[in-house]
């Protein structure tokens, strides 16, 4: 089993930072790539960034130049480094992971709110 917790969600002013944590955790076989959705109230969730294992990295158009995604070696923790924020950026954050081995598996989420 694996489990996925998120971290450092929070309130910032437009314009500031803000980084957001998933640390993996349990039993797994191989990760594939990890990456981070979000969904805002009355929205649709969508894909922000992923990061495979070669370290190949996609982003939304919406956050390219503005966000970063990295990871460490062992897929123990995969990072959202989100600069330049933006109101629209207010959402849930969920972490993902995509196994070789059984369906998707999801953190529970943490909120970022950007304040105009």
């Known amino acids: 089993q694996v489990q996925l917790v998120e971290s450092g969600g929070g309130l910032v002013q437009a314009g500031g930072s803000l980084r957001v944590s998933c640390k993996a955790s349990?039993?797994?076989?191989?990760?594939?790539?990890m990456g981070w959705h979000r969904q805002a109230p009355g929205k649709q969730r969508e894909l922000v960034a992923v990061?495979?294992?070669?370290?190949?990295?996609n982003y939304a158009d919406s956050v390219k130049g503005r966000f970063t995604i990295s990871r460490d070696n062992g897929w123990n923790t995969v990072y959202l480094q989100m600069d330049s924020l933006k109101p629209e950026d207010t959402a849930v954050y969920y972490c993902?992971?995509?196994?070789?081995?059984?369906?998707?598996?999801w953190g529970q989420g943490t909120q970022v709110t950007v304040s105009s």
């Open positions: 993902y992971s995509d196994l070789r081995w059984g369906p998707r598996v």
């Open positions: 349990g039993i797994f076989f191989s990760i594939n790539n």
């Open positions: 990061i495979d294992r070669g370290d190949n990295t």
